[in-house]
């Protein structure tokens, strides 16, 4: 499934300009990030309560959720060395718009199926981004910091590819990831490029 710009399978990668602006601002980065990783805990079970019958999605993605906020709360640690509040959480607008593309009216599989390719997106997003920050940012620490989140990020984007196909035939799960792969790239060149956001 992927395809030949990156190996995680995103149609569009990320402009380079983005780290330069990123270093600008880099608190701004960090409290987005938290927040980043709040809400894919959170996603995790929300999806955990909205299909509890499904025993192996239930006991994949609980540890998932321990991990992703153990990664909030390494984020507010960066966030204390360098004496910067939390501050309110910022709207997602990449995110808010690819969830508008899960089929929620009745389609409770075809839900299942989108919701968790649609995670598997946004970990393959933060992924590419994160091996750009552990690239480009000057302090060595938080370049060390980015790539083991790179690293878990990889994984977990590999998990909901695998849970969408565990619970729906293997070809519809394909056909339906490049559809979204494609919107997914949609989405990334309709935003504008912010050094204040993750995605």
């Not at 990320?14 to 608190?27: E, S, Y």
Request: charged share 30%; glycine share 6%; with cysteine.
């Amino acid at each position: 499934m992927a395809s030949s710009l990156t190996t995680l399978g995103l149609e569009l990668p990320t402009d380079p300009r983005w780290t330069n602006i990123v270093a600008m601002q880099l608190g701004e980065i960090l409290i987005d990030h938290a927040y980043c990783e709040q809400k894919a805990a959170s996603t995790c079970i929300s999806i955990i309560v909205h299909y509890p019958e499904k025993t192996e999605l239930v006991e994949t993605l609980s540890p998932i959720v321990a991990e992703e906020w153990g990664h909030f709360q390494r984020v507010l640690k960066e966030l204390k060395k360098r004496n910067i509040p939390l501050g309110r959480q910022r709207k997602d607008e990449y995110v808010g718009q690819l969830m508008k593309l899960v089929r929620n009216k009745g389609d409770y599989e075809g839900a299942l199926m989108d919701r968790l390719l649609i995670s598997g997106l946004i970990e393959a997003r933060s992924c590419e981004r994160f091996k750009l920050l552990s690239e480009s940012l000057e302090d060595e620490s938080l370049q060390k910091f980015y790539r083991e989140l790179m690293i878990s990020e990889a994984g977990h984007y590999r998990t909901f590819i695998e849970l969408a196909e565990k619970y729906a035939p293997v070809q519809e799960v394909r056909a339906r990831w490049k559809e979204l792969l494609h919107q997914e790239a949609e989405i990334m060149r309709s935003l504008t490029l912010r050094g204040d956001r993750i995605h």
